[in-house]
């Protein structure tokens, strides 16, 4: 029903911006409430960001509120991640997920479980 790719992941330097796209298939893009999330080796994934249905709404984890921005294109069917001022600790594997369960509604989580599409992930990886 909904597939989803991540891109733009590579090797920055601390300090540095990076960009992550999630492209999503079919047609009720716009319907669905959006995030992101990230796993690190040895690490339980986390939470990163999530995003409404019409981009009204967002929601940051506190390790990256003021640092990442997380935005969409409907007309896309595109999520994208703009991440800043880098640092090691935002080194990992960067999931694209959408929440079908809550068409067309501002309401947010920060819970993986109520994810139920995922994209297969993106490599970042923060140098010192």
């Known amino acids: 029903q909904v597939q989803l790719v991540e891109s733009g992941g590579g090797l920055v330097q601390a300090g540095g911006s990076l960009e992550l796209s999630c492209a999503a298939s079919?047609?009720?893009?716009?319907?669905?409430?959006m995030g992101w999330f990230r796993q690190a080796p040895g690490k339980e994934r986390e939470f990163v960001a999530t995003i409404n249905w019409n981009g009204g709404a967002r929601y940051y984890a506190a390790s990256v509120k003021g640092r990442f921005t997380i935005s969409r294109d409907n007309a896309k069917n595109t999520e994208y991640l703009q991440m800043t001022s880098l640092k090691p600790e935002d080194t990992a594997v960067y999931y694209c997920a959408a929440d079908t369960s809550k068409i067309l509604t501002p309401a947010l989580t920060a819970n993986q479980w109520e994810y139920d599409y995922w994209g297969q992930g993106t490599q970042v990886t923060v140098s010192s």
């Open positions: 079919g047609r009720n893009f716009s319907n669905y409430n």
